[in-house]
């Protein structure tokens, strides 16, 4: 069962002077046209380098910026977020990528975890913190505790129960394990993969970490440019990617084996300005399999069983 359904999603926000804005220059498109599905307790990466517009989509969806355009369906329900569609809001949580800044220094946890029943104007039941606590593998005694007083992964589990409070079907992870050790990284990881098959959520992941991607989700999407340029199954996409963005993005994860065949591909230039996206195919400025027609015209998508690229040129068994 689909639980996310988005269409033609672009975000802007406005930029430069009255002047550019006048003249119907003062939008900045930093998604532009993106569409994919969510199914109910399936788990979706987005990768790609850091400007390409992961964030940016993520939070669009959970309503917390942009100018919005497209269509967004949440369990078939039309999301019109300049309303305040606050049933949608209980059952789309976000954690955010810096777990100690986005915990109120004021605070204690307890009040922390409280709060999303006092924004919603729901009771707090008997016991509930605790449980909550608990659940993501923390003591109860951490609840009289501030942030400060909390390591690094204490404070990415606090921000974990904080997000399940309102019981959400879709959980938003910006970078979850960034800025953590590796074993904590992986605590972290398997917490969230519990918590999926224990709670039946969606899970909608922000990384840079291919590992992550590997380690947790179903499918994954590549961003460049704030478009998709391969969206598909993790396996299939890592086995042989097709869009030339997405083998150099995997030709630079480490590989732990010494032994196995690794074959780097090198990405030349700049990412190219939004203010002025290049013609053709975005990428074909850093491609090195770039030809003639990709720098005249875009690309179509292209539909294989199992993924959807946008490439002239799709590699073939690299």
Same mark, same amino acid.
């Given at each position: 069962?689909?639980?996310?359904?988005?269409?033609?999603? +672009?975000?802007?926000?406005?930029?430069? $002077? *009255?002047?550019?804005?006048?003249? @119907?220059?003062? #939008?900045? &498109?930093?998604?532009?046209?993106?569409?994919?599905?969510?199914?109910?307790?399936?788990?979706?990466?987005?990768?790609?380098?850091?400007?390409?517009?992961?964030? +940016?989509?993520?939070?669009?969806?959970? $309503? *917390?910026?942009?100018?919005?355009? @497209?269509?967004? #369906?949440? &369990?078939?329900?039309?999301?019109?977020?300049r309303r305040d569609h606050r049933k949608l809001r209980r059952e789309i949580a976000f954690i955010?990528?810096?777990?100690?800044?986005?915990?109120?220094?004021?605070?204690?946890?307890?009040?922390?975890?409280?709060?999303?029943?006092?924004?919603?104007?729901?009771?707090?039941?008997?016991?509930?913190?605790?449980?909550?606590?608990?659940?993501?593998?923390?003591?109860?005694?951490?609840?009289?505790?501030?942030?400060?007083?909390?390591?690094?992964?204490?404070?990415r589990r606090v921000g974990v129960a904080r997000a399940l409070t309102l019981k959400p079907r879709l959980v938003i992870a910006d970078e979850p394990t960034a800025g953590l050790d590796v074993s904590v990284q992986s605590e972290v990881l398997n917490l969230l993969n519990g918590l999926r098959e224990e709670l039946g959520l969606s899970l909608l992941i922000i990384t840079h970490n291919l590992n992550v991607v590997r380690h947790v989700a179903d499918r994954m999407a590549i961003m460049y440019l704030g478009r998709f340029v391969e969206i598909g199954e993790t396996a299939p996409i890592y086995a042989e990617p097709r869009h030339p963005y997405t083998a150099a993005l995997l030709s630079a994860n480490p590989i732990i084996d010494p032994a196995a065949r690794h074959k780097r591909i090198d990405l030349e230039g700049e990412v190219p300005s939004l203010v002025n996206r290049p013609k053709g195919c975005e990428f074909h400025g850093r491609c090195p399999f770039?030809?003639?027609?990709?720098?005249?015209?875009?690309?179509?998508?292209?539909?294989?069983?199992?993924?959807?690229?946008?490439?002239?040129?799709?590699?073939?068994?690299?």
């Amino acid at each position: 069962m689909t639980l996310l359904q988005v269409r033609d999603l +672009t975000v802007g926000f406005r930029s430069g $002077g *009255l002047l550019s804005r006048l003249r @119907g220059k003062g #939008r900045l &498109d930093v998604v532009a046209g993106v569409d994919f599905d969510l199914a109910a307790g399936e788990t979706m990466a987005l990768v790609g380098e850091s400007g390409s517009g992961k964030t +940016t989509l993520a939070r669009a969806i959970a $309503g *917390l910026g942009g100018e919005v355009s @497209g269509d967004i #369906r949440f &369990d078939g329900e039309v999301m019109d977020l300049r309303r305040d569609h606050r049933k949608l809001r209980r059952e789309i949580a976000f954690i955010f990528q810096d777990a100690v800044s986005s915990l109120s220094p004021r605070f204690t946890v307890r009040s922390l975890i409280r709060e999303p029943f006092r924004i919603h104007g729901l009771p707090c039941p008997e016991g509930e913190v605790e449980r909550l606590l608990k659940l993501v593998g923390l003591a109860p005694e951490i609840a009289d505790r501030h942030p400060h007083q909390l390591s690094g992964g204490q404070a990415r589990r606090v921000g974990v129960a904080r997000a399940l409070t309102l019981k959400p079907r879709l959980v938003i992870a910006d970078e979850p394990t960034a800025g953590l050790d590796v074993s904590v990284q992986s605590e972290v990881l398997n917490l969230l993969n519990g918590l999926r098959e224990e709670l039946g959520l969606s899970l909608l992941i922000i990384t840079h970490n291919l590992n992550v991607v590997r380690h947790v989700a179903d499918r994954m999407a590549i961003m460049y440019l704030g478009r998709f340029v391969e969206i598909g199954e993790t396996a299939p996409i890592y086995a042989e990617p097709r869009h030339p963005y997405t083998a150099a993005l995997l030709s630079a994860n480490p590989i732990i084996d010494p032994a196995a065949r690794h074959k780097r591909i090198d990405l030349e230039g700049e990412v190219p300005s939004l203010v002025n996206r290049p013609k053709g195919c975005e990428f074909h400025g850093r491609c090195p399999f770039v030809q003639t027609d990709c720098r005249l015209r875009a690309p179509l998508p292209v539909t294989e069983p199992g993924r959807r690229f946008t490439c002239h040129h799709p590699l073939q068994g690299l």
